[in-house]
């Protein structure tokens, strides 16, 4: 090698060992990575897209002339994948078991456990909920029967065409057919099914059009008549909000609400920019539907929006969930998918819808395919030769490395609640939670009281999160070492001082102290009359910290 | 009142208080004491206090009255101080229009709540790669750094939500608070400081390892707003949210009439959330924007405003105007008032209007801007502006950057190194600052 360097120009010779060391460090990654998810020589069916990504993720580092980072240490792929997965952190069991595993297929049987786990149907519930009706459950809508719906769906996998078939064709009693919430959520005024028709197109098709409602879109395709015979399908739905008497009070009361099949047929009116009226009659994208009474237009609609090889549901559901895991999409925003917004990798993005409709809208396959491809299981950190690999200052994103993430709300609360224990203490813990949860969660939630129902949250790392993190109840239980609670448990526990701070840096960061962390800690201890102070402060920092409201 | 004294309290008391918190709080690494000249307030600090209309209002029906039109709607318009005409269900603001002025040409284009917040706020266009902080971050970036006894921050919202510091960073995020002023969890328990001590030095060990682990500055940031959050729970500035330490008489001036919408209802909420801000600028809060929802009118319009929303408005305008006027704070404090955007000259079929950005109103005032005047002119029916010059947000808050005494040539830069010109390079508008 050295030889041939003198021999050759400096140039040349600088480019050459540049590529040498590209291949070698390629095939290092390669290596670790694949020791790390025991992915072996024989691929199977699901491994076969899992190396599509791979391969058509690291062209582009190719292209764009960066590296990736290096692959994750096994704790901090484990929290990762705890939190996307299932909403929370792992407990210390958990993680004490995973990490002394010697298994060369650990990771790949930790994702198999995990989207097999209840949390998995109760984390994409909620995620469901929220994208559906929003964190403030909106006037005559039950936020129980949406949940129940979800929970259905989630926990029998069933396939997401069906899913989205069922939440636009529903009707009937709220609590009875769950999935009526979504569209009583998009019902709060009387507006013609404006709102409906703007949600049902961005969640579930990835396509704004809300501003068509009144003008073309200045950069899209759509134009306004298209909103309006989008529009044309949801105006047989009604509404009827029931009311009792209530005996004790005396008075009426709001009961339950119901969706209702109304009659309607022909064109539905609109008022162009110029003032001049005009007709739309339902189709969807370029598919005429008969106007007459005897369709039933959302039937219809449904029908249409699950159909074919790669129908825009199937795009934005692969785009949605890519986005959950790693932090960004294919696109930006992730609810934008049209021609003026660029796609990061169009032909991964093509191949993963078309590989979601073939698996049968199979979510939980989605999962194993991105949980286990090489970039997900990169470390968090940035490296000399990615460090521009930043889309949250607007770059494209290249998946050189795994994008930071603040923890939601939910996956604040239900991870504290690992840390504590809480969830072990009675008979249905995650379920006694969930009220005393959504309670919790409202305190940050702000709703703007506008036509499109937008809400905002103080959950957003200003001082106000800061404030109840350091000072609210959840917290102070946390650290109150009552008995039953997890740091009673593991304070009367076995082990000597520095296998209870270990123990408590696993339990809240899935990870082992640093040298100097331990030090830190021990200083304190000897200096402190009181070690159970120093214990509980300990536990307070960690909760507290940084590194733990972050999924990274 | 002499406003050297902050919030009613004495000068002496508030001495007294200091020297005992100072006693109790020993040598502290972490907590700022409370500094002796914190009592200093400085009525010449610039402020603007922004009145937030969420939903959009229907400036046709509030500040551009169009009596001849279809679209006029059940209002007359009425004589001001200034040179101007107003709604008549605005009599108590008309009373001080001599001091506030109109812009009548906003032409702004964004008519989706989510797209028109943003833009009224940032100045900029919903862009997918780079987030524009709301003028409330710019102005706390600009001024809070030269206020170093503001123990509490520098940009707080009543009552709003929804916007970002963008590539200013999250310590000048809004500080949301709701119009009671209460702020939850500041309160240590039996906590003692010695052990709030003891957590904040373990804290920063385990912070300063995630921040040096090549993460972006996720981590840095983190600690920053805990260093705030520190602060604020120690600051006797707190004070400044308790809007009940005022005369009874003041807050029913703020609030109008109770049986109208007044102080039990929407009216109370706007009326006490802008007597909090005016205490915040007190205290030397340089931006306070304060949230007014409701005016997404799409039904029944001229019903909601004539019982709900604009005797709350009108009380709140007129009250803060005087009150400022009266402390000496009027040339010093720029209040602005707008929404996402204003609402269709048409009324609809359900007595309502809709979203509409062509042609719209904003009022600005104080601050030293020039009062009782009226920018630009729109047509009889309120479709469109007929004056030479339309006006865009940018135009707004560099006339309020002008006002508070931050160049015009400020250039910020975006995470990515883009320059970023203040109010997207808009320019203060003449008559007001002439």
């Known amino acids: ?552 | 009142m002499s406003l050297i004294t902050p919030f009613g309290m004495s000068r002496r008391h508030f001495v007294t208080h200091l020297a005992a918190s100072a006693a109790t709080i020993p040598a502290m690494n972490f907590i700022s004491h409370v500094k002796a000249h914190a009592a200093e307030l400085n009525k010449k600090q610039k402020a603007c206090i922004l009145m937030w209309m969420s939903g959009g209002p229907p400036t046709i029906d509030i500040w551009d009255l169009k009596p001849e039109s279809k679209n006029g709607g059940e209002f007359k318009p009425i004589k001001t101080r200034g040179s101007m005409q107003i709604s008549d269900q605005m009599p108590k603001t008309a009373a001080v229009m001599d001091n506030l002025s109109l812009i009548r040409s906003m032409s702004t284009r964004e008519a989706d709540h989510g797209r028109g917040r943003y833009y009224m706020h940032t100045t900029f266009i919903p862009n997918p790669t780079v987030v524009h902080p709301a003028f409330g971050s710019v102005v706390s970036y600009e001024l809070a750094s030269k206020r170093n006894n503001l123990e509490i921050p520098s940009f707080i919202s009543i009552g709003g939500g929804g916007l970002s510091p963008g590539y200013l960073g999250m310590t000048h995020a809004p500080f949301l608070v709701d119009a009671s002023g209460r702020i939850n969890n500041t309160e240590l328990g039996d906590v003692s400081s010695e052990r709030l001590n003891q957590r904040l030095s373990m804290l920063a060990t385990v912070e300063e390892n995630f921040i040096r682990s090549d993460r972006g500055d996720f981590g840095s940031a983190h600690r920053d707003i805990y260093k705030k959050a520190v602060n604020l729970m120690q600051s006797k500035q707190m004070e400044a949210f308790k809007i009940d330490q005022e005369k009874k008489e003041v807050l029913e001036a703020y609030s109008g009439n109770p049986a109208r919408g007044g102080a039990m209802g929407g009216g109370g909420q706007f009326g006490r959330s802008l007597l909090m801000a005016r205490r915040l600028v007190e205290a030397g809060v340089p931006f306070v924007e304060v949230d007014f929802g409701g005016w997404d009118l799409h039904a029944n319009v001229f019903d909601t405003l004539k019982n709900q929303r604009l005797p709350a408005l009108d009380a709140g305008i007129a009250a803060l105007t005087a009150d400022l006027k009266q402390r000496g704070m009027f040339n010093d404090v720029v209040l602005v008032w707008m929404g996402e955007f204003a609402r269709t000259p048409r009324i609809n079929q359900d007595v309502g209007r809709d979203h509409f950005a062509n042609s719209w109103s904003v009022m600005l005032g104080g601050g030293g801007l020039k009062g009782g005047l009226t920018i630009g002119e729109t047509d009889k029916d309120g479709l469109s502006v007929v004056s030479s010059k339309i006006y865009q947000p940018g135009d707004v808050w560099a006339t309020v950057a002008h006002a508070l005494g931050i160049p015009l040539d400020t250039v910020h830069k975006s995470k990515n190194g883009r320059p970023m010109k203040l109010a997207n390079g808009g320019t203060a508008i003449q008559e007001l600052i002439g």
Not at chain 1, 41 to 55: F, M, Q
Not at chain 1, 166 to 173: I, K, S, Y
Not at chain 1, 392 to 411: R, S
């Open chain 1, 1 to 552: 090698m050295s030889r041939s360097l003198k021999r050759t120009s400096l140039a040349f010779g600088i480019r050459l060992a540049a590529i040498t060391l590209m291949l070698l460090l390629d095939g290092f990654v390669w290596s670790t990575f694949a020791r790390a998810t025991g992915e072996n020589s024989r691929p199977s069916p699901a491994d076969a897209i899992i190396e599509e990504i791979n391969t058509q993720i690291r062209q582009t580092w190719k292209d764009n002339e960066v590296e990736p980072s290096a692959v994750a240490d096994d704790a901090e792929w484990m929290r990762r994948v705890y939190l996307d997965v299932v909403g929370h952190i792992p407990s210390l069991e958990d993680v004490e078991k995973f990490l002394a595993d010697k298994d060369k297929s650990k990771r790949k049987k930790l994702v198999e456990r995990l989207i097999d786990d209840p949390g998995y149907t109760r984390n994409w519930t909620t995620i469901w909920t929220n994208l559906c009706i929003g964190q403030q459950t909106p006037r005559r809508v039950s936020r129980e029967g949406m949940q129940k719906f979800f929970r259905e769906a989630f926990g029998k996998n069933r396939p997401w065409n069906e899913i989205v078939f069922d939440l636009v064709t529903a009707e009937g009693h709220y609590e009875e057919n769950g999935a009526t919430n979504y569209l009583l959520a998009q019902m709060q005024d009387q507006d013609d099914g404006v709102q409906v028709t703007a949600k049902t197109t961005r969640l579930f098709m990835g396509m704004q059009v809300q501003c068509t409602q009144c003008h073309d879109h200045p950069y899209n395709d759509w134009k306004q008549d298209q909103f309006w015979q989008f529009n044309s399908f949801f105006r047989q739905t009604g509404k009827v909000d029931h009311r009792r008497f209530d005996t004790k009070a005396g008075r009426m009361v709001d009961d339950y609400s119901e969706i209702v099949q109304r009659e309607f047929s022909g064109p539905v009116y609109f008022e162009k920019r110029n003032g001049l009226m005009k007709v739309a009659y339902p189709n969807y994208l370029g598919t005429q539907v008969e106007p007459d009474s005897s369709t039933n237009r959302r039937q219809e609609l449904a029908r249409l929006m699950t159909l074919g090889d790669r129908p825009m549901i199937a795009v934005a559901y692969v785009n949605r969930t890519w986005a959950h895991f790693f932090g960004f999409g294919f696109t930006n925003p992730i609810d934008d998918i049209s021609t003026h917004v660029p796609v990061t990798h169009p032909a991964l993005f093509d191949r993963l819808s078309d590989e979601f409709v073939k698996s049968g809208y199979d979510g939980k396959q989605l999962i194993r395919w991105i949980a286990l491809s090489e970039p997900y299981n990169l470390t968090s950190r940035s490296a000399k030769k990615n460090s521009q690999d930043n889309p949250a200052i607007g770059e494209t994103a290249l998946f050189t490395h795994v994008y930071v993430k603040p923890l939601t709300a939910e996956q604040l609360y239900d991870s504290l609640i690992v840390a504590t224990n809480a969830h072990k203490s009675g008979r249905s813990g995650w379920e006694k939670s969930e009220s005393k949860r959504q309670e919790w969660l409202e305190q940050f939630v702000r709703t703007f009281g506008t036509d499109d129902g937008s809400e905002s949250t103080s959950f957003d790392g200003t001082i106000p999160q800061a404030l109840t993190m350091m000072n609210g109840a959840l917290v102070r239980d946390a650290v109150s070492v009552k008995p039953g609670s997890h740091l009673h448990d593991l304070l009367a526990g076995r082990g000597n001082d520095v296998q209870k701070i270990q123990r408590l840096y696993l339990t809240a960061l899935g990870r082992q102290p640093t040298k100097p962390e331990l030090v830190a800690t021990q200083k304190f201890l000897n200096e402190n009359a009181d070690p159970l102070t120093v214990f509980q402060d300990l536990f307070w920092a960690l909760l507290n910290c940084n590194e733990f409201i972050f999924n990274h």
